[in-house]
């Protein structure tokens, strides 16, 4: 029999290689980023420690700190469209998928549907805007030219892609519900409508904090849609300008704009502050309560 140390030690032996690639290409760049933006870079000289000089140019210079809070408004847009659109979608996938009505279906109906979040970003993009090109495409009018349309044409792009997740959150969550609350609600003469939501839709509702921090986590890191179809300069007049293309001109530059090493550290800290506070607050706050209350 193998002693407890001795498991602990094959355990740890197994666990470090996924533990090395992580902290290597995860916590040491995260961590370089975070001492960075409290440097200026000046080349051959060395850098110089400014403490918050990078963030101070960041929310108080004219023209940095305007293009900042304008991606900071869009991405926010961009995380309320996925959840106000994509989540009721999922709910009313998962809930026709357990219905029962697509029988043996119902699998194929499944995979269908979760194929477009396996897709790369880049073949969405080009296929959807080969569907919306006005000369060529479905839509004669230049969504993705005109400043009121593009953020919220690139948001449906997105849910389209992956309203699957969801759907399979919410599809094992309505699976898991047992028959023996729907048997005894059929029993009391309750209907499909009324055992959904009195007896189904409040045993799922948890799902629906996981989801939604999971959807703001991956807007708030959002990148590759929009660059894919704007580029790093997302036009018209920056309308579908979100952090991470924010992040990615600052620190690398493009469109005209030279790079800022430093400042764009200061950028990459303050989403990762912003996405982590509020993932903070959401485990503190709602899913401390719900372990609570299961136990």
Not at 4 to 15: G, I, S
Not at 165 to 192: C, H, K, Q, R, T
Not at 224 to 247: E, H, K, M, Q, R
């Amino acid at each position: 029999m193998i002693s407890p140390a001795a498991a602990y030690r094959n355990l740890l032996l197994f666990v470090l290689p996924a533990l090395a690639v992580y902290l290597v290409f995860a916590v040491l760049p995260l961590a370089t980023s975070i001492v960075m933006s409290f440097f200026q870079t000046n080349g051959a000289s060395g850098d110089t420690f400014v403490g918050l000089a990078n963030y101070e140019r960041l929310f108080t210079h004219p023209t940095i700190s305007a293009r900042f809070w304008n991606a900071l408004l869009n991405n926010m847009q961009y995380f309320a469209i996925h959840l106000i659109v994509e989540v009721p979608m999922g709910l009313l996938l998962a809930a026709l998928l357990t219905s029962g009505k697509l029988a043996r279906s119902e699998g194929i109906y499944r995979t269908l549907l979760f194929i477009p979040a396996t897709l790369s970003v880049v073949i969405v993009g080009f296929v959807w805007r080969l569907i919306i090109n006005p000369l060529w495409g479905l839509v004669g009018f230049p969504l993705l030219g005109t400043e009121s349309t593009a953020l919220t044409t690139i948001s449906l792009m997105s849910v389209w892609q992956y309203f699957g997740i969801p759907m399979v959150f919410l599809y094992s969550a309505l699976l898991a519900v047992p028959n023996e609350l729907v048997e005894a609600a059929n029993i009391d003469g309750a209907g499909g409508w009324t055992t959904f939501w009195k007896i189904k839709f409040p045993l799922i509702a948890p799902q629906f904090g996981l989801i939604a921090i999971l959807t703001y986590i991956w807007t708030f890191n959002g990148f590759d849609l929009v660059f894919a179809l704007n580029g790093s300069a997302p036009g018209p007049n920056y309308s579908t300008d979100i952090l991470g293309t924010y992040f990615y001109r600052t620190f690398f530059g493009s469109s005209g704009q030279l790079a800022d090493l430093d400042l764009g550290a200061a950028v990459a800290t303050v989403i990762f502050t912003t996405v982590l506070v509020v993932t903070a607050v959401y485990f503190w706050l709602v899913q401390r309560r719900l372990k609570s209350y299961s136990v």
